[in-house]
């Protein structure tokens, strides 16, 4: 059973002594509670945050590796810098629990230099720290703030699909950057290399002339970040270059002088207020058949990634596969691994499509 | 041509499409580990797209039937809560084929199964056979696998077919030799997966990560900074109703000749060429057991120790002696605790004595393997009532709880010079924030993609023979050397003590 303990606010002076005093239990209680650490975890959110949501995340990361948090809370109406500790365990046996801690931070975002110099401090020594982007605030320097003292970032770019170029930061920086919805996109990504693991496809690959893939987007008329990140994995992968295209049709060019195009497209499946891709298509030359067409089907809930392969002989297969969440894509992430080799790569071309310059 | 979308992607590989055929299906084994594995499996998405799963057994059941007995199971025993809308598309995949194993008409019958399903999925599926049945069995159902065209060979065949065994794998080292020229008649050896579930537990696995990934131990890992080596493999359990089976097998044969050496050999083999290829590592895992020190006649009794429990009490609880047990003979001589004193006569690790024990009704539940590091020159410390430096134990725990433990010296505070040991811990649920999976998941899926490199192959399992038949010669010859008593609930008889006092050793309170 997950067990939140309630925050206690601590003067700035005694934050090492709250993080080194044994851990708060209830009166009476026989449980055994163990603190443990293997990351810092840093967080920047507005105030008015969803508590019940943020909640969840926290206990999902605590699952994933038990962390010392830091949660910053953007509130301008703050006059100084307030601090409250907390900690947050689950159960791993009858009765045992391993807790990460929470600091709470609030303060205006005029305060972001104090700010930094209090997580500096209290940041566990030797572990590595990684910046948690939950739903960003609307004012991002706090974030890039705390970026600077992140090795990694773990963050959804779909939260940024109004303002890519609030990405570029964390490309600049060294950082290992996951972004949940490349983790996402991992059933996609992996249907298509299976598909081209045998190697009389993968030598249909010369053939190909067109590529599409379309996206359902909350935003109406704008591509999604899923369909921009595949076309930018497909681009990087063949070795394609942009050399011309606005807007959703883009031709790429290869070493080789070969051109195709790449055609970026909203879908039209249903009005889903997520974003999800629909179809992605490969097409080879003179209208033929498809080569390879990757198609999902429409709706919430579980899904099906149907792939229909025509290159020559016809090959059908299909997977099952959950809408995941939030939570579910970091449990993916880190439980069962996710490359992120080729994904600076891809996102820097993402990013060229929708015209923002790294 | 090389795919492109494979470059910088390290997605999990799913195995090929497999056929799964368990022999033993309502058995014991298929009930708590097998069917819990798989459904684990299939929750953490690693089963192939294509997989079907058929229990074989002499009982009459249905598709329908099986699946309600592995519903119930998996609810039981899964270290995950079962999840309806998960077990309904998995459960989809189970069948079953009721078979005689010595009735070669069921296995044509099992074979026209097996095609039917393939063929409505239309996909090419490989085979594989858990036989989860009596090691007398292995032998027929093999031969009437292989006479009913279910086996193909490795050269030619269009699917890959393997197959899986249970220990014992024989009581001896002719039987051993037998029982492996069994299966050889029927399947290759690379065909052939014997399953030791030790190898399976993260902690094992992590032996070779932390030996070889790890800047600062890999130096330290010889004769000459390491004192000695002690390995643990207690049970609190009596005989839980295996009486038959383990008066006829003994402590030694039961745990020793399989996970316990096989736990020694990872520790102590060197850096393999490859951890990728099977054979690297256990080529090097065969050298360190060719290399273990055969005893003499003359030394079995001062380097082995075996013994038997009498009544006594663990947790509170009243608990007969091994003589008393059901189902054992009242003369019976069959080891319930045993104690060994080892040596790796190689270059790396000549003269660091190495003590294994594995016992029954022994206090607690623990696998424990401990490295004795050498006490560091004391001349600092002398004439500040510091008779002698503790040494730095690093201990791997297997079970229970897996982990890592290093005790290191340390001053507590105050104006007096003093050490005091500290232990330094990492523990797998605490450190990662789950629990491990169960070893039977990464060895179903393992044996699935045809990695056999946490199975043992036959020459591993012949050297273990090889190493304890002087033992199991003295224990039946003319001269016996006794067997002692321990009390139920105490951690093994006096003379175990006795086997490390003369070394300046002993066991380490677990």
Same mark, same amino acid.
């Given at each position: 059973?997950?067990?939140?303990?309630?925050?206690?606010?601590?003067?700035?002076?005694?934050?090492?002594?709250?993080?080194?005093?044994?851990?708060?239990?209830?009166?009476?209680?026989?449980?055994?509670?163990?603190?443990?650490?293997?990351?810092?975890?840093?967080m920047v959110v507005d105030a008015g945050y969803d508590s019940d949501d943020l909640e969840s995340y926290l206990l999902t990361l605590s699952q994933v590796h038990p962390n010392r948090s830091f949660v910053i809370v953007i509130d301008q109406s703050r006059a100084e810098i307030g601090i409250e500790y907390s900690a947050r365990c689950h159960a791993i046996g009858p009765k045992e629990h391993v807790c990460s801690e929470v600091i709470r931070l609030s303060a205006p975002s005029s305060s972001k230099e104090a700010v930094a110099s209090i997580v500096r401090a209290n940041l566990l020594t030797g572990m590595p720290s990684e910046l948690c982007v939950y739903r960003p605030p609307k004012e991002l320097s706090l974030v890039h703030q705390m970026a600077q003292l992140a090795e990694q970032v773990l963050f959804s770019s779909s939260d940024f699909e109004n303002s890519l170029s609030a990405l570029v930061p964390f490309l600049q920086e060294n950082h290992l950057l996951v972004d949940l919805d490349w983790v996402k996109l991992g059933i996609w990504r992996d249907q298509i290399r299976e598909v081209f693991d045998r190697p009389a496809w993968a030598a249909r690959l010369a053939d190909i002339e067109r590529i599409e893939i379309r996206g359902e987007s909350p935003h109406k008329g704008s591509i999604p970040i899923g369909a921009l990140l595949l076309g930018g994995w497909l681009a990087n992968q063949m070795d394609y270059k942009i050399v011309s295209g606005k807007g959703s049709v883009f031709t790429l060019e290869a070493t080789s002088g070969k051109r195709i195009s790449l055609v970026l497209t909203g879908g039209d499946c249903g009005d889903s207020s997520k974003v999800k891709l629909v179809t992605l298509e490969f097409s080879a030359a003179h209208g033929a058949p498809a080569g390879v067409v990757n198609m999902r089907r429409c709706g919430n809930g579980s899904g099906r990634l149907e792939t229909a392969v025509n290159l020559g002989e016809e090959f059908r297969f299909s997977k099952l596969f959950d809408d995941e969440d939030r939570n579910d894509l970091i449990m993916r992430y880190f439980f069962i691994g996710e490359s992120t080799l080729n994904y600076p790569k891809s996102l820097r071309i993402a990013l060229a499509f929708s015209g923002v310059e790294v | 041509m090389d795919n492109p979308f494979a470059e910088g992607e390290n997605r999990v590989i799913r195995p090929p499409a497999t056929v799964l055929v368990i022999f033993g299906a309502t058995g014991d084994l298929t009930h708590r580990k097998l069917l819990p594995a798989l459904y684990n499996l299939a929750q953490?998405?690693?089963?192939?797209?294509?997989? *079907?799963? *058929?229990?074989?057994a002499r009982s009459q059941?249905?598709?329908?039937?099986?699946?309600?007995?592995?519903?119930?199971?998996?609810?039981?025993?899964?270290?995950?809560?079962?999840?309806e809308d998960l077990w309904e598309n998995f459960s989809k995949?189970?069948?079953?084929?009721?078979?005689?194993?010595?009735?070669?008409?069921?296995?044509?019958?099992?074979?026209?199964?097996?095609?039917?399903?393939?063929?409505?999925?239309?996909? #090419?599926?490989?085979?594989?056979?858990?036989?989860?049945?009596?090691?007398?069995?292995?032998?027929? *159902?093999?031969?009437?696998l292989n006479r009913s065209g279910?086996?193909?060979?490795?050269?030619?065949? *269009?699917?890959?077919?393997?197959?899986?065994?249970?220990?014992?794998?024989?009581?001896?080292?002719?039987?051993?030799?037998?029982?492996?020229?069994?299966?050889?008649?029927?399947?290759?050896?690379?065909?052939?997966?014997?399953?030791?579930?030790?190898?399976?537990?993260?902690?094992?696995? #992590?032996i070779l990560v932390f030996r070889f990934a790890n800047g600062i131990f890999e130096p330290l890992w010889n004769r000459n900074y390491i004192d000695h080596i002690q390995v643990s493999v207690c049970e609190h359990l009596g005989l839980g109703g295996r009486a038959g089976y383990f008066d006829k097998t003994g402590i030694l044969r039961d745990i020793v000749q399989n996970h316990l050496l096989q736990i020694l050999a990872l520790l102590c083999i060197e850096p393999p060429i490859s951890l990728s290829d099977a054979d690297?590592?256990?080529?090097?895992?065969?050298?360190?057991?060719?290399?273990?020190?055969?005893?003499?006649?003359?030394?079995?009794?001062?380097?082995?120790?075996?013994?038997q429990y009498t009544s006594g009490s663990i947790e509170g609880e009243e608990v007969p002696g091994y003589l008393e047990e059901e189902g054992v003979a009242k003369d019976s001589t069959t080891d319930t605790y045993v104690a060994l004193n080892l040596e790796i006569d190689n270059w790396r690790w000549a003269g660091v004595p190495i003590y294994v024990r594995a016992g029954k009704r022994l206090p607690k539940r623990i696998t424990e393997i401990t490295v004795y590091f050498k006490r560091p020159p004391g001349a600092l410390f002398r004439g500040r009532q510091i008779i002698e430096l503790e040494q730095n134990i690093l201990a791997i725990q297997v079970q229970p709880k897996e982990g890592i433990s290093l005790k290191v010296s340390s001053k507590p505070p105050g104006p007096r010079m003093r050490i005091r040991p500290v232990?330094?811990?990492?523990?797998?649920?605490?450190?990662?924030?789950?629990a491990s999976p169960e070893a039977y998941e990464r060895l179903l899926l393992d044996a699935m993609k045809g990695d056999a490199t946490l199975f043992t192959r036959n020459d591993e399992i012949e050297e273990s023979w090889d190493l304890l038949a002087p033992v199991f010669n003295s224990w039946q010859g003319s001269k016996p050397p006794p067997i002692y008593t321990y009390k139920a609930g105490t951690w093994g008889p006096s003379a175990a003590a006795d086997l490390l006092r003369p070394h300046g050793h002993r066991w380490r309170r677990l």
């Amino acid at each position: 059973m997950n067990e939140v303990f309630a925050y206690t606010p601590i003067p700035v002076g005694a934050i090492a002594k709250a993080l080194s005093d044994n851990m708060p239990v209830p009166e009476g209680d026989e449980q055994h509670y163990v603190r443990a650490a293997n990351v810092n975890t840093l967080m920047v959110v507005d105030a008015g945050y969803d508590s019940d949501d943020l909640e969840s995340y926290l206990l999902t990361l605590s699952q994933v590796h038990p962390n010392r948090s830091f949660v910053i809370v953007i509130d301008q109406s703050r006059a100084e810098i307030g601090i409250e500790y907390s900690a947050r365990c689950h159960a791993i046996g009858p009765k045992e629990h391993v807790c990460s801690e929470v600091i709470r931070l609030s303060a205006p975002s005029s305060s972001k230099e104090a700010v930094a110099s209090i997580v500096r401090a209290n940041l566990l020594t030797g572990m590595p720290s990684e910046l948690c982007v939950y739903r960003p605030p609307k004012e991002l320097s706090l974030v890039h703030q705390m970026a600077q003292l992140a090795e990694q970032v773990l963050f959804s770019s779909s939260d940024f699909e109004n303002s890519l170029s609030a990405l570029v930061p964390f490309l600049q920086e060294n950082h290992l950057l996951v972004d949940l919805d490349w983790v996402k996109l991992g059933i996609w990504r992996d249907q298509i290399r299976e598909v081209f693991d045998r190697p009389a496809w993968a030598a249909r690959l010369a053939d190909i002339e067109r590529i599409e893939i379309r996206g359902e987007s909350p935003h109406k008329g704008s591509i999604p970040i899923g369909a921009l990140l595949l076309g930018g994995w497909l681009a990087n992968q063949m070795d394609y270059k942009i050399v011309s295209g606005k807007g959703s049709v883009f031709t790429l060019e290869a070493t080789s002088g070969k051109r195709i195009s790449l055609v970026l497209t909203g879908g039209d499946c249903g009005d889903s207020s997520k974003v999800k891709l629909v179809t992605l298509e490969f097409s080879a030359a003179h209208g033929a058949p498809a080569g390879v067409v990757n198609m999902r089907r429409c709706g919430n809930g579980s899904g099906r990634l149907e792939t229909a392969v025509n290159l020559g002989e016809e090959f059908r297969f299909s997977k099952l596969f959950d809408d995941e969440d939030r939570n579910d894509l970091i449990m993916r992430y880190f439980f069962i691994g996710e490359s992120t080799l080729n994904y600076p790569k891809s996102l820097r071309i993402a990013l060229a499509f929708s015209g923002v310059e790294v | 041509m090389d795919n492109p979308f494979a470059e910088g992607e390290n997605r999990v590989i799913r195995p090929p499409a497999t056929v799964l055929v368990i022999f033993g299906a309502t058995g014991d084994l298929t009930h708590r580990k097998l069917l819990p594995a798989l459904y684990n499996l299939a929750q953490d998405e690693y089963l192939p797209g294509g997989f *079907i799963v *058929i229990g074989a057994a002499r009982s009459q059941l249905s598709d329908d039937d099986f699946r309600q007995k592995m519903y119930e199971s998996v609810k039981k025993f899964s270290r995950r809560t079962l999840s309806e809308d998960l077990w309904e598309n998995f459960s989809k995949n189970l069948f079953y084929q009721p078979i005689d194993g010595t009735n070669q008409a069921d296995f044509a019958r099992l074979r026209n199964r097996i095609e039917d399903l393939c063929k409505e999925r239309s996909e #090419n599926f490989n085979y594989l056979y858990y036989l989860a049945v009596a090691p007398s069995n292995f032998g027929p *159902i093999c031969t009437n696998l292989n006479r009913s065209g279910l086996v193909e060979s490795t050269e030619d065949g *269009i699917r890959k077919t393997a197959v899986i065994i249970e220990k014992p794998f024989g009581q001896d080292l002719a039987s051993a030799i037998e029982l492996n020229h069994t299966l050889r008649g029927s399947f290759a050896e690379e065909q052939i997966f014997r399953i030791d579930h030790y190898l399976g537990k993260e902690t094992v696995q #992590n032996i070779l990560v932390f030996r070889f990934a790890n800047g600062i131990f890999e130096p330290l890992w010889n004769r000459n900074y390491i004192d000695h080596i002690q390995v643990s493999v207690c049970e609190h359990l009596g005989l839980g109703g295996r009486a038959g089976y383990f008066d006829k097998t003994g402590i030694l044969r039961d745990i020793v000749q399989n996970h316990l050496l096989q736990i020694l050999a990872l520790l102590c083999i060197e850096p393999p060429i490859s951890l990728s290829d099977a054979d690297s590592i256990r080529d090097e895992k065969v050298k360190v057991l060719k290399s273990i020190r055969r005893f003499e006649e003359r030394e079995i009794e001062s380097n082995t120790v075996r013994a038997q429990y009498t009544s006594g009490s663990i947790e509170g609880e009243e608990v007969p002696g091994y003589l008393e047990e059901e189902g054992v003979a009242k003369d019976s001589t069959t080891d319930t605790y045993v104690a060994l004193n080892l040596e790796i006569d190689n270059w790396r690790w000549a003269g660091v004595p190495i003590y294994v024990r594995a016992g029954k009704r022994l206090p607690k539940r623990i696998t424990e393997i401990t490295v004795y590091f050498k006490r560091p020159p004391g001349a600092l410390f002398r004439g500040r009532q510091i008779i002698e430096l503790e040494q730095n134990i690093l201990a791997i725990q297997v079970q229970p709880k897996e982990g890592i433990s290093l005790k290191v010296s340390s001053k507590p505070p105050g104006p007096r010079m003093r050490i005091r040991p500290v232990e330094m811990d990492f523990t797998y649920d605490s450190s990662f924030g789950i629990a491990s999976p169960e070893a039977y998941e990464r060895l179903l899926l393992d044996a699935m993609k045809g990695d056999a490199t946490l199975f043992t192959r036959n020459d591993e399992i012949e050297e273990s023979w090889d190493l304890l038949a002087p033992v199991f010669n003295s224990w039946q010859g003319s001269k016996p050397p006794p067997i002692y008593t321990y009390k139920a609930g105490t951690w093994g008889p006096s003379a175990a003590a006795d086997l490390l006092r003369p070394h300046g050793h002993r066991w380490r309170r677990l």
